[in-house]
């Protein structure tokens, strides 16, 4: 008895070791990439520019991004968790954990070539200390109420005698034109040369943006390198980083007064060609694009109709005649626009790009 496409008979790849290229591929410019990073550590003065690579550098793949920012001078990269740290170990980069270390953590903790824990409560500092953990970065709460240890605790002596590389601190609003940015600049800033640190840090993105009194030692920028701006004052200055490339899996014709998609929300008003394409809410191209979003063919927009679903979507596309099965269109994915447009955050489209994306370097 044969087998149909038997692997032994044809000496072809049992079929869980074969590829195919996925119908759905994430362009991502690392000119670009650089040029972000370059535009922030300029814009940090004398501070030394970091790069948060948390969740995966944001959804583009924090190998990647972390090689091509280590070439261009980065020294200092922030994860969230030890998984992430493991990731990128053999890359040889100095990493900072910013959820600390917790007693499962410790093994290795203590053994990761580069990476220290960025120590947030009063147990994470005992905890290292027992473990003769070395060098250290530690987080204080400066209003945010989020991760970090109360300066009341550096007044009591909590961090004496610790190596600690960065003291830092996150600002709760630094998009925004607060009273809370000073005040919880000025805070860190009653801290210097209170402890053992070598440096002070507390700007993300948007906190280069407030000015160079906010830059400390360090700046630890995420969502700009990636393209994300929300502050005037990165305006022109960021470019876009990704976009989502899709292909055409069907082409109709939707005759007048029929509808399009789930729930029938969309009545083609006139014969219209629609193409089918391989993009859905799984792969982060979120319901909150439906009837609003677009894909593009240099210059021709081509606007989403009807509900996004889970791994599909149509576009309108009678003014592209040429367009097709097996065709690939881009998707606009400006991180301004496409959060004015879904209704979420630019840091939500980025870390919910999902993996079924090619992720292709260009
Ligand atoms: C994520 C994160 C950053 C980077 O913030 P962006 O807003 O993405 O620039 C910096 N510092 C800490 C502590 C973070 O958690």
């Known amino acids: 008895m044969t ?13 869980a070791a074969m590829t195919v290229p996925a119908p759905l591929r994430l362009h991502i410019d690392r000119s670009a990439l650089v040029a972000n990073w370059r535009a922030l550590s300029a ?28 070439d261009a001078g980065c020294s200092d990269f922030f994860v969230a968790t030890w998984a992430e740290a493991a990731a990128i170990a053999d890359l ?32 994470q500092v005992a905890r290292w200390r027992g473990g003769n953990g070395g060098a250290c970065d530690v987080m204080v709460d400066t ?23 960065t003291l830092m601190s996150h600002l709760a609003c630094a998009d925004e034109d607060r009273a809370m940015n000073a005040r919880q600049r000025d805070a860190l800033a009653g801290l210097a040369g209170k402890t053992g640190a070598r440096r002070l840090s ?5 906190g280069i943006a407030l000015g160079h009194h906010y830059a400390f030692d ?55 060609a629609v193409a089918i394409l391989n993009l859905g809410y799984a792969d982060g191209y979120f319901r909150g694009f439906s009837d609003r979003g677009a894909a593009r063919i240099s210059d021709l927009r081509l606007p989403v109709i009807g509900r996004v679903s889970m791994d599909l979507l149509a ?31 630019q840091y939500e489209l980025l870390t919910g790009m999902g993996a079924r994306y090619d992720r292709q370097w260009i």
């Open 3 to 15: 087998r149909r496409g038997g692997a032994a008979a044809s000496g072809s790849l049992p079929v």
């Open 43 to 70: 814009l940090s003065g004398r501070a030394a520019c970091g790069a948060a690579v948390k969740a995966d550098g944001y959804g583009l793949g924090a190998r990647a991004v972390v090689a091509a920012l280590a």
């Open 92 to 123: 040889g980069v100095p990493i900072s954990v910013l959820h600390g270390v917790r007693a499962e953590d410790m093994p290795m903790a203590t053994r990761h070539p580069a990476a220290r824990p960025v120590l947030s409560t009063p147990a």
């Open 143 to 165: 209003g945010m109420n989020r991760l970090g240890i109360g300066i009341e605790d550096v007044a009591s002596g909590l961090l004496d005698g610790l190596a600690i590389e």
């Open 202 to 206: 507390l700007a993300n993105s948007a």
């Open 218 to 272: 360090l700046t630890r920028p995420g969502l700009s390198l990636y393209g994300g701006v929300q502050v005037a004052a990165l305006e022109g200055v960021i470019r876009q980083v990704v976009t989502p490339h899709a292909q055409v899996l069907q082409r109709r014709t939707v005759p007048a007064g029929a509808t399009v998609g789930y729930s029938a929300t969309w009545t083609a008003p006139r014969d219209t």
């Open 315 to 345: 576009i309108d596309v009678t003014a592209a005649p040429a367009i097709g099965e097996g065709d690939w269109v881009a998707i606009d994915f400006a991180l301004p626009d496409a959060s004015a447009a879904s209704g979420m955050s």
